[in-house]
């Protein structure tokens, strides 16, 4: 046993979506602008093959060993990576920015008061895609229940005002770029299969939730519209 105690400053706050929506949407801002410096300290260039490649090596092996995933949703997972790399092969990029991304930035991980903004919870902290705190944010959640309809949205730029003024003010990027929308959309499913992966990897954990094998159906759904969508770009 340790001898020693850990503990952390109580903080006191609300989430904006439980604030007046002028003064939330405002507080959401400031929360962004606070993330996106930590994007421009940390933000990289590197070439886009390579990252997609070393990304869906690594899907491969963590499908291939991953005990709690039955066959069939293995194989499924397999097929929707493979897929989704041969599309970004198609409209291959030559770099791609990285940043140390927070890796759950939703507005339940946002607390704020009259005069501080702090972003909690980056236990899913790491390095990813440019746009993958952006993408999360877009979502609202990962709530499985209606992901894919969401998702069609965001591949459709059919955002709020809010969402629209926080796409254009992310450094770095050319949202309303149909082609590039797409690409960092794509990406983004591959970094978050993933994410789900290292979830589901815990034995203790899969028996309580098995979000990866609903997310597959939903997923398939995005794949359909993309495959669609992409070939009129």
Known sequence: TSNFWYSEEYINGLPPNRLPAETG???IIKACNILNRMHKETLKKVPFHKYISNISERLEKKIHINTQLSKNTKDSLSSIVK?????LENNMEEFINLANAHGDFHQGNILTDKDETWILDWEH???KSLTYDLVIFLLDSRIENGFSSRFIKIIENELSDLKKEICLSWPKINW???RFRLTSLLIFLLEDIEFYLEETSNKLFFKKNNTLVRRCDEICEIMKHISNKIKSI
Not at 83 to 87: A, C, D, G, N
């Open 125 to 127: 902290s790491g390095e």
């Open 83 to 87: 897929k989704i790399v041969i599309l």
């Open 176 to 178: 309303d770029n149909s």
């Open 25 to 27: 949407n405002k507080k």
